[in-house]
């Protein structure tokens, strides 16, 4: 997964756990990372970040755009589970000309900002913090 996109996936989890925190759909940060398998840390940041004002809506008011606006939200964090578990492949070139199939890192907490997904295995430098300039698979020179 290339750096952007991982950003892009974060920014889209990171904005559809604060809607649903804003509505009182979840009352607490906590709540809403158990649900979902983000990391704690993670959610409390994210939260933390913003005014911390809630707007509760009564159910029965939702206009319809609301509710899909929350559905959809909802199906973003839903998605979070499905990225851990079909993570992509590591793709650096191994010594026997090969890539490797491990998958990225998920990225710890502190990581997040870099994207909650690594664009490396934990072989071949998922878990470094440094930035990496460009992703070198296809010329294979940097594995
Ligand atoms: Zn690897």
Not at 44 to 50: I, L, S
Not at 72 to 101: D, H, I, M, S
Request: net charge positive; aromatic share 6%.
């Amino acid at each position: 997964m290339k750096p952007e996109q991982s950003r892009e996936l974060t920014e889209r989890l990171e904005k559809a756990a604060l809607l649903l925190l804003k509505l009182e759909i979840f009352r607490k940060p906590d709540d809403l990372a158990r649900r979902f398998g983000l990391p704690l840390p993670v959610v409390r940041y994210w939260w933390r970040n913003t005014d911390q004002k809630t707007e509760a809506i009564e159910h029965r008011d939702l206009t319809p755009r609301q509710a899909k606006t929350i559905r959809r939200a909802t199906q973003v964090l839903e998605g979070w589970e499905k990225v851990k578990r079909y993570r992509p492949q590591c793709g650096a070139r191994l010594a026997n000309g090969r890539r490797c199939k491990h998958s990225v890192v998920i990225r710890s907490p502190e990581g997040w900002d870099q994207g909650c997904l690594a664009d490396r295995c934990r072989m071949h430098g998922g878990l470094s913090r440094r930035v990496r300039k460009q992703k070198v698979d296809d010329d294979g020179n940097n594995e």
